[in-house]
């Protein structure tokens, strides 16, 4: 995922700004990454072979999907439920360097995309979130504006309507590989379920495995960002 998500970056970096000096150096960082982990994870089919590696990519999107929409459905609202359903539409970004998304990932990325900001904002404001599928308005919001690492998430409009409606009998219950994530399934490790304050249980955080994963390049942080990669 780290590798098809850092290969995303290199080519829409390149098709934003490949031009200027700032923006050359940084592409280069990330493709001596790319090419590093290409050479430590060889034997990897996830990596060698497209097939696989998109069914890699979509099998945890849909694992991320699904933990938001169960907490969604379930009333249990809280940030990392938010994370989640935004982390997920950026994997299904990630799943273009693959080829055009189907019908179903670029229907299930706008819906989490809108239903992060809904929820990120009736929360700001406030406001109880309606659980599960809802009317949509104002899907075209530009939630890719969001810093890496920030907490807010942006959006023109946060307040349901019946104009367009998001199919409840679309949301994956499975995936390519069989693997079969039913209803209430637990969250992924870097994304734990909150406990509501009111019950006196205090959550704890899953820390994800140890992965040996080559470290960023510190100089990719301090590149300058004039083509915003």
Known sequence: VSF???LYAMQTGMKIDSKTPECRKFLSKLMDQLEAMKKQFGDNEA???EIVGSAHVENYALKMFLYADNEDRA???HKNMIKSFYTASLLIDVLTVFGELSEENAQHRKYARWKAAYIHNCLKNGETPQPGPIGMEGESFDAEREEAGSSSLHSGTTQPTSSSTYEAN???TSNY???HIPPGAHAP???PAEVPHN???TSNTIQPAPQNIPLVDPS???AQSAGKV
């Open 75 to 77: 009333g249990q609202f």
């Open 189 to 191: 490790a870097n994304t």
């Open 199 to 201: 019950t006196g249980v």
């Open 4 to 6: 098809k998500g850092r």
């Open 220 to 222: 990719l942080y301090s």
């Open 177 to 179: 590989t069989g693997i």
């Open 170 to 172: 679309n949301i994956p």
């Open 47 to 49: 990596i060698t072979q």
